[in-house]
């Protein structure tokens, strides 16, 4: 005993403490690098993780600790999920008969394109309606002020459901809009996503104090481990559950193009009217409650049916971190592979996974027509070299790769031959398919297919082709800077 004491005296001591700590340094990485491997996660994302934690092990383990781990099927996430399900459920039973003569409907219409929302139903995930009058609004100078007109016209109750409000011109104004119908007794239901919504200054304050009802989704100072990495990214406003609207464009002024601001920005939404907007509801319903513990009643006024004679076949698809499958991603891949003729894809942020540049290059490799549109310039140096990696093997194959060059294209959209429309919150990449809640819709219609190829015609004037022989002349240095931040992309 004596002697042990004597060798922790000290030198000696300082020697054990310090051994000590390595150890448990060593034996902290191993234990994380070991529940990487038990998640059972993407290989490719693995191993990157596992990478950053032996090359910068400290930075490592915040961003996995923060970022990494998989917790879409923790009991938060679990829970809501299954709530969800017995509302959507409740829903379609009441319409069965009704659903199935739709989709054979649709399927005479659009032949294979109606596996789509075959598959949206089965898996619980959306259903089919096909009275809907749809809008196609091209930035913010087309669907602003369509918005604030059909706030004005609001009756009974106003939603919204948005990753960026802004206080600001326009968020200001939708704000001045909500305060004169809370006095006229229009109900106001508001969800904005904490980390998103960082410039949202009083509002939500204001209103309240006005008796709306507003919440965050996932407050990232209450629970920064969990909240910081699962976001709201859906753009939803329901109006009297008779207008909807859906896309890509926040409330913020920087989608507006009135010579305020240095960049052009170039965006997309949608603006529904029909049975669409009551799927829209089922999903700011789900929201509403998972962020308020609280609901309103799935019956009219809230859900009703629309008086709209006119066909127009669309599906909203819903998807998120309590999600059974990434099914924002399934459906832009069943998309591809059931196109017969031409894929037009416009997207901000393209790091597409195995599957969707696969499908891609083999469409082209088919004869197929497939065209992208990507930002000439990007907003984060990371994405923008990440997304320049996958060109070279699309331009191998086959795919028309265009650079927008008037300003920053925020644009998420697909169209699909003559009679599939996509347009969403939805970007090409892991976050949009696995972590954060987005939505977009499907419209199955050849004059909203029209505009929105009327509308990627117009972008290409403002586009330049990736020729292949002088994108693989590009200097060395630019090359690895692609490869290395597409190491990188899992974790993106």
Same mark, same amino acid.
């Given at each position: 005993?004596? $002697?042990?004491?004597?060798?922790? #005296? ?20 191993? %234990? ?5 491997? &038990? ?27 923060? &970022? ?25 039973? #009441? ?21 789509? #929302? ?11 309606? @096909? ?15 369509? +918005? ?12 919204? /459901? ?17 305060? /004169?119908? &809370? ?82 920005? @170039? ?49 909203? +698809?819903? $998807? ?7 099914? #924002? ?50 907003? $984060? ?16 194959? %086959?795919?028309? +790769?265009?650079?927008?060059?008037? %300003? ?31 939505? $977009? ?16 015609? /117009? ?34």
């Amino acid at each position: 005993m004596h $002697s042990l004491i004597n060798f922790l #005296s000290d030198t000696n001591w300082h020697l054990f403490v310090k051994i000590s700590g390595y150890v448990l340094v060593v034996l902290t990485f191993v %234990g994380v690098a070991g529940t990487i491997l &038990l998640e059972n996660r993407n290989p490719v994302k693995a191993i990157a993780y596992i990478l950053l934690l032996i090359f910068v092990p400290i930075a490592g383990l915040i961003v996995y600790y923060y &970022l990494g781990r998989d917790l879409r099927k923790k009991k938060r996430f679990t829970l809501k999920g299954s709530k969800d399900e017995g509302l959507f459920l409740r829903y379609r039973e #009441s319409q069965k008969k009704e659903i199935q003569d739709m989709q054979l409907a649709l399927r005479h219409l659009v032949g294979t394109k109606q596996e789509l #929302s075959g598959m949206l139903m089965n898996t619980r995930q959306s259903i089919l309606t @096909r009275h809907n009058r749809v809008q196609l609004l091209l930035n913010g100078e087309e669907k602003f002020p369509e +918005v604030l007109k059909a706030l004005q016209t609001a009756k009974h109750h106003i939603h919204i /459901e948005y990753y960026i409000f802004t206080d600001d011109e326009i968020g200001n104004e939708v704000v001045r809009i909500l305060l /004169e119908k &809370l006095k006229e007794g229009v109900e106001v239901r508001v969800v904005y996503d904490d980390l998103g919504s960082n410039h949202i200054g009083v509002i939500p304050d204001v209103l309240r104090e006005h008796g709306a009802e507003v919440y965050t989704f996932a407050p990232v100072l209450l629970n920064l481990y969990v909240n910081a990495n699962y976001r709201n990214h859906r753009k939803i406003i329901v109006v009297d559950c008779k207008i909807g609207f859906v896309g890509g464009i926040n409330l913020d002024d920087r989608y507006l193009n009135n010579g305020k601001h240095k960049l052009f920005w @170039r965006d997309t939404h949608l603006k529904l009217e029909g049975d669409a907007v009551n799927i829209l509801q089922l999903q700011f319903l789900m929201s509403f409650r998972y962020c308020s513990k609280k609901s309103f009643p799935f019956a009219v006024p809230y859900f009703c049916r629309t008086t709209i004679p006119d066909t127009c076949y669309v599906d909203i +698809v819903a $998807s998120g971190p309590d999600s059974e499958w990434p099914m #924002s991603m399934e459906c832009i891949l069943m998309a591809i592979n059931v196109a017969k003729h031409r894929i037009r894809i416009t997207n901000p942020y393209f790091i597409p996974t195995e599957e969707i540049l696969t499908a891609l290059q083999l469409a082209a490799l088919a004869g197929k027509n497939v065209e992208l549109i990507l930002p000439g310039k990007g907003d $984060s140096y990371i994405v923008q070299h990440a997304a320049y990696s996958y060109i070279k093997p699309l331009l191998e194959a %086959g795919v028309k +790769v265009y650079f927008y060059q008037r %300003g920053f294209v925020h644009a998420k959209t697909m169209v699909v031959d003559d009679n599939l429309a996509w347009v969403g919150s939805v970007n090409l990449d892991n976050r949009s398919f696995f972590l954060n809640c987005e939505i $977009s819709a499907i419209v199955y219609d050849k004059a909203v297919a029209a505009a929105l190829n009327k509308a990627f015609e /117009e972008d290409l004037k403002h586009a330049v082709p990736v020729q292949e022989t002088r994108w693989n002349k590009r200097t060395v240095i630019k090359r690895f800077a692609d490869a290395v931040c597409r190491l990188l992309t899992p974790l993106l």
